[in-house]
């Protein structure tokens, strides 16, 4: 995609898809941390953010008649679009306990590591070539992670937990990312995302009630953030960042992968006054060196 198809394809669209870009990188940076200031359990986070999330989609779709495309779905789309919502579900409620349990700079970093993933997945799944760089960016990402981990042991198996979590979440978004690699060159934005946040959010429920995870009634304060989490993270951040994403090169895409990392370990610092070692700011610099080298391919 050349600058001039960007600016064309922007304009196309109305707006302009850096800012869109730009927006949604600072917006989903604010997530881990108002995660770590609910008192909630990461079920419940979970559950309202996706849930709030559908809600407040559901009248959008109905008015652009996104709603009549994803009727017309195939067999075909309806299951990839189940297996994104379920691994959405996954990637949600593990990344969310990982929170509770290591550093916001720890989890963060290590469920960007996705791309990662995507890459070697995508390899077998989508019949995707690795390059050498590629190769490259995926071992560096790895031994980052394994820095990470390493330093995390130190202080104790809880964390350790915690970054095992981040993991699966990272594993889980790879799955949500090639189901959307998928189906969103024939669908459109809206009716991919709504049905997706919808199986996601009734996976959450479900598995909260499971778990007996309370639901209610919380604090008023639990609610703002529970609304915060599904209009600024998850509409301004996720859902922005995926319509960006259409009309932007992927040299672009790859640096704005290490935004949210980046971003949210400043915040943690103001916001939660909490700082990383430096050997765990060495493991991170090199897994985001190792995305940035991987996604950008």
Not at 6 to 27: C, D, E, H, R
Not at 168 to 188: D, E, F, K, P, Q
Not at 227 to 233: H, K, T
Request: aromatic content about 8%; glycine content about 8%; proline content about 5%.
């Amino acid at each position: 995609m050349t600058r001039r198809d960007v600016k064309q394809n922007g304009a196309q669209a109305g707006k302009s898809p850096y800012i869109a870009l730009a927006i949604a990188v600072f917006a989903v940076s604010f997530a881990a941390v108002l995660i770590r200031l609910s008192e909630a359990p990461p079920m419940a986070i979970a559950t309202y953010r996706m849930t709030i999330t559908t809600l407040i989609l559901v009248p959008p779709a109905l008015l652009s008649g996104a709603y009549s495309e994803m009727v017309r779905a195939s067999r075909r789309e309806s299951a990839i679009v189940l297996l994104a919502g379920a691994a959405l579900a996954v990637h949600f409620a593990s990344w969310i306990s990982s929170l509770s349990l290591t550093s916001v700079t720890s989890s963060v970093v290590i469920v960007n590591s996705s791309p990662v993933f995507v890459a070697v997945v995508g390899r077998y799944l989508l019949r995707e070539g690795v390059t050498p760089k590629m190769a490259l960016g995926i071992a560096a990402a790895l031994l980052g992670c394994s820095v990470i981990a390493s330093a995390d042991l130190g202080l104790g198996g809880v964390n350790l937990q915690g970054d095992i979590y981040a993991l699966v979440g990272a594993l889980a978004a790879a799955v949500y990312v090639l189901g959307g690699r998928m189906i969103r060159r024939t669908t459109g934005l809206l009716a991919y995302v709504l049905p997706v946040y919808a199986i996601c959010s009734l996976i959450l429920g479900g598995a909260a009630m499971l778990l007996k995870t309370p639901l209610h009634p919380y604090q008023e304060r639990e609610y703002w953030i529970f609304m915060a989490l599904a209009i600024v993270p998850t509409i301004f951040g996720h859902t922005l960042y995926n319509w960006a994403l259409r009309f932007v090169p992927a040299s672009v895409v790859a640096v704005s992968l290490l935004g949210e990392p980046v971003g949210a370990a400043v915040l943690a610092g103001v916001v939660l006054r909490e700082y990383p070692t430096p050997l765990t700011v060495f493991g991170a610099v090199l897994t985001l060196t190792g995305i940035y080298v991987t996604a950008r391919k």
